[in-house]
């Protein structure tokens, strides 16, 4: 059975860091692709970065490119997301779930489809604050 585990939340003042991990079980890890996604409160789930399989390329929503570093450690079977320079609108639930590849991207660009991911895992709260 495929299963995530998020931790690595919290509250942070803008301009921190944070970094996220996504614990997995039940399935090899770069067999498939890791999604983070995260929800703020009264918005639709949107995609944040996602790790292929096999080769481990990355992709990033625009809002997040140039803060956010997302990798993988196949030994640990942990994806990580680092955040940095964290804003107000970072805001949110974040989750990690799996599909069998990133797809539609273009260039570093995710565009992101949740409904194509599955094996949620329960999330893990961001808060960015003074």
């Known amino acids: 059975q495929v299963q995530f585990v998020e931790s690595g939340g919290g509250l942070v003042q803008p301009g921190g860091s944070l970094r996220l991990s996504c614990a997995a079980s039940?399935?090899?890890?770069?067999?498939?692709?890791i999604g983070w996604f995260r929800q703020a409160p009264g918005k639709e789930r949107e995609g944040v970065s996602c790790i292929d399989k096999g080769d481990g390329k990355t992709y990033y929503a625009d809002s997040v490119k140039g803060r956010f570093t997302i990798s993988r450690d196949n030994a640990k079977s942990t994806v990580y997301l680092q955040m940095n320079r964290l804003k107000p609108e970072d805001t949110a639930v974040y989750y990690c779930a799996t599909d069998s590849g990133c797809a539609p991207t273009y260039g570093s660009t995710w565009y992101s489809r949740p409904t194509d991911f599955g094996s949620w895992g329960q999330g893990t709260q961001v808060t960015v604050s003074s």
């Open positions: 039940g399935f090899t890890l770069d067999y498939y692709a």
